[in-house]
């Protein structure tokens, strides 16, 4: 438990799915605008002790970082020049990054790596394209088209191996699956951009979004005319949602209003609004949140206020 | 996305996520504004397992012996407390899952079947269990603790708890002999020590003198003084309707007491100067710099903030933390010096974070020595005076101070958010509590809610 102090301000915090305690935080300068980026790698002890394990500079700012779901040492990191670095903390820090993938041609804000399919990544970016990779090839599996506006969000279906989300600036949701051609679903969710998506982990169907209007809301994606639930908060952009991977209701979200809340999406106060919490440690935009699948209850939060946080949800963040 | 300067085009797309352009064109359409409560102030870390407080009230606290509930017993004291925290939330009272009450010199047994009593009066069903607890002058505080941390560990959702003391009618004594081999442990022997002697101790032993104490005296006197003039207490207090019996003629007479009677606004250091030491020849704690004698009860509702919530309740004070920590029995006043940073401690704070203090005057040289010890800024601490003046009913002085305490937390609406109540005790403790202010604005208002109107912010009412 604790809070990391980043020398950029922070984007995006993931737990690594072998080890406890251990979180890839990826930063950029001056608010990710302008300026160099840089991708650590910590370790926070049950006792609150925080250990560097690694840091990486890049020349652009790092919008996201996911670990590897097949080796416990690598990470990739997504770029504000569209690259995505692929790094490994088993190698000394000369040899870092691994290796560089460069095809978007604009910022590429987001990573996420298959858990089932585990050679596969995704990466979306600000090109309205979603690329698939693995590491055994050099250069992009297949690129996904048909949004008109930014990609800001890629989320795999934890229970469909081939299909996965994509939230995009032009106000829709596409699911899209590896072995169809054109997206499956084309949802307008919102009438505003959509910054963010996510898979609920114990019902393939159902998906959480989350947009500029300030509302997340709760899509069953075989009834997509209405949405199931609307939950309006946050006093701006919803910037990251993230369905728990221990619980099915439990939903956690993140925002430009600074707070980090925890919704229980079965209970009727969250309709009017009311999260279970809302943690208020920010004291810039929160924009990246994770839950830990190795110890149930742990949560992380990645803020521009160049920290990311590690705490209990069933408590506060202290440091 | 077009192709613009890398910087200024990423500041375009964040400036949109804050200030969105709709980008269907089709026509308006409407959106549902969750602007809220927005501003910064009103950002607080808030759960709904966290224990609030809904209603804090007390008796008016009156002289022991002398004053207008010297003849009013404990039960006719909480059952007036218990009806107008139940009247004033309109809570039903089955639904309370137990009842503390703090209660220092009442005979044991009988003190707690007295509040059982006063429960029955009060409307309450013998379905709902009450205790007493005895942590002698923190009792009050005590009381209120345990029912946080019992709601807390989901025993129940509303407790109600509460202090009371009838100083007119038990009086400081020790039945039976003392153990002789508490000779062989001075812990022990400071645990024999009248008060007042501890109190000189602390004098003595941090050089207080009498000027400053007596100074001490006034300041709590006049801003007592001054409260009780505003109004200030008007809140917080619920008359009793009770009865005084002459001493002499034995004739009992209804009254209505409503006014606390141990505040002395024209108290003056030249009439202080005049009182004798009390305790110790040539001592410097007096009858004057020392906390009074005093009857009252006071009581608080306290439950979920999901529970407030359902019923649609305010919010008066969120509890925080607690904290009870043991010191040297022979100087016992400096307790709170050592349970405030504590109490702050583990309500993940520090002590420039806390805008109000109760800290319970039992005597000048300990509440000064405390406040000079944690460095505390003077204003802060009994804005509306202290036991000095306003008398220190043992038992209830805990819920009594938070009941004092959340009513100005409240009035200062956004200048304060985080108060601390705390306490020396008898034989070498000392207690704190910290509260943080509910943050409702007012309950009062002319306008009503039109149900479906989702257009404007959550502020407005229309």
Not at chain 1, 104 to 116: D, F, I, K, L, Y
Not at chain 1, 303 to 319: H, I, K, N, T, Y
Not at chain 2, 143 to 165: H, K, M, P, Q
Not at chain 2, 295 to 313: K, W
Request: net charge neutral; aromatic share 8%.
């Amino acid at each position: 438990m604790g809070r990391c102090r980043t020398a950029f301000n922070a984007y995006s915090v993931k737990f690594s799915p072998f080890f406890e305690g251990r979180i890839a935080v990826a930063t950029a300068q001056n608010f990710g605008i302008i300026g160099n980026g840089k991708q650590y790698v910590f370790e926070v002890t049950p006792h609150g002790a925080i250990i560097e394990v690694a840091q990486y500079d890049t020349l652009d700012g790092l919008y996201d970082c996911a670990w590897s779901e097949a080796n416990e040492n690598v990470l990739v990191a997504s770029s504000g020049d569209g690259s995505i670095k692929v790094y490994d903390t088993a190698l000394p820090p000369a040899a870092n990054p691994v290796r560089s993938f460069k095809e978007h041609r604009h910022e590429c804000c987001s990573v996420a790596w298959n858990t089932s399919k585990r050679d596969l990544f995704l990466s979306s970016s600000w090109d309205d394209t979603i690329k698939l990779w693995t590491l055994q090839a050099p250069a992009s599996l297949r690129t996904f088209a048909g949004h008109t506006y930014c990609v800001y969000h890629v989320a795999w279906n934890p229970q469909q191996p081939e299909v996965f989300l994509s939230a995009s600036g032009d106000t829709t949701v596409r699911v899209w699956d590896l072995r169809q051609p054109a997206p499956t679903l084309v949802l307008p969710a919102h009438g505003f951009e959509i910054l963010t998506a996510d898979w609920c982990k114990y019902n393939d169907c159902l998906l959480a979004t989350g947009s500029v209007d300030k509302s997340i809301k709760l899509w069953d994606v075989r009834v997509p005319n209405r949405e199931l639930l609307m939950m309006m908060g946050h006093s701006y952009a919803v910037r990251r949602v993230l369905f728990s991977p221990h619980s099915e209701s439990l939903l956690l979200s993140c925002s430009y209003d600074m707070t980090v809340k925890l919704w229980d999406t079965a209970s009727p106060q969250a309709a009017q609004g009311l999260p279970l919490r809302s943690w208020d440690h920010h004291t810039e935009f929160a924009v990246g949140i994770d839950f830990s699948t190795l110890r149930e209850g742990l949560i992380a939060s990645a803020g521009w206020d160049e920290s990311a946080w590690v705490w209990d949800q069933r408590g506060f963040p202290s440091l | 996305m077009e192709s613009t300067s890398s910087a200024q085009g990423r500041l375009s797309v964040l400036a949109k996520h804050i200030c969105p352009v709709p980008t269907d064109v089709q026509g308006l359409s409407l959106q549902g504004c969750s602007a809220g409560d927005s501003a910064a102030y009103e950002r607080r870390n808030i759960a709904d397992d966290d224990v609030v407080i809904v209603a804090a009230l007390r008796t008016p606290l009156t002289k022991a012996r002398r004053g207008g509930l010297k003849d009013t017993d404990a039960v006719d004291l909480l059952a007036t407390v218990f009806k107008a925290v139940l009247d004033r939330t309109g809570v039903e009272p089955q639904a309370i899952g137990d009842i503390v009450i703090g209660s220092v010199l009442g005979p044991s047994s009988q003190r707690a079947n007295e509040c059982r009593i006063a429960s029955f009066f009060a409307g309450i069903p013998e379905t709902v269990p009450v205790r007493t607890v005895n942590r002698q002058c923190s009792s009050g505080l005590q009381a209120i603790a345990d029912v946080a941390a019992a709601i807390r560990a989901g025993f129940y959702t509303i407790g109600l708890a509460g202090g009371v003391e009838t100083m007119s009618l038990n009086p400081m004594a020790w039945e039976g002999g003392i153990n002789p081999r508490v000779e062989s442990f001075p812990g022990a022997q400071g645990c024999m020590m009248p008060m007042g002697v501890t109190s000189e101790n602390v004098a003595a032993k941090f050089g207080i003198d009498r000027k400053s104490q007596d100074e001490f005296a006034v300041r709590s006197h006049r801003k007592a003084a001054a409260a009780k003039a505003a109004g200030k207490f008007k809140e917080e207090i619920v008359p009793v309707s009770t009865k005084v019996k002459d001493p002499k003629t034995g004739a009992e007479t209804p009254v209505i007491i409503s006014e606390d009677d141990g505040v002395r606004g024209s108290t003056t250091m030249e009439s202080l100067g005049a009182l004798k030491p009390a305790f110790k020849k040539n001592g410097t704690t007096t009858a004057g710099n020392s906390s009074q004698v005093t009857d009252g009860a006071a009581v608080a509702l306290m439950m979920t903030r999901a529970e407030a919530r359902r019923r649609g309740l305010p919010v008066l004070g969120v509890f925080r933390s607690f904290a009870a920590v043991g010191v040297d029995p022979s100087i016992m006043g400096v307790g709170p010096a050592v349970a405030i940073p504590e109490a702050v401690a583990r309500a993940g704070l520090a002590l420039d974070d806390i805008d109000v203090y109760e800290i319970n005057e039992a005597f000048a040289s300990q509440a000064s020595y405390c406040i000079g010890k944690l460095g505390l800024d003077e204003n802060k601490v009994n804005p509306n005076g202290g036991a000095i003046a306003l008398g220190h009913p043992l038992g209830a002085t805990g819920a009594r101070c938070t009941a004092t305490l959340l009513h100005e937390l409240r009035r200062r609406g956004r200048g304060a958010r985080f108060g601390v109540v705390s306490m020396c005790i008898g034989s070498g403790m000392g207690a704190a509590a910290v509260f943080e202010a509910g943050g409702e604005v007012d309950k009062f208002t002319t306008a009503h809610a039109v149900p479906g109107q989702v257009l404007l912010s959550k502020d407005a009412i229309v």
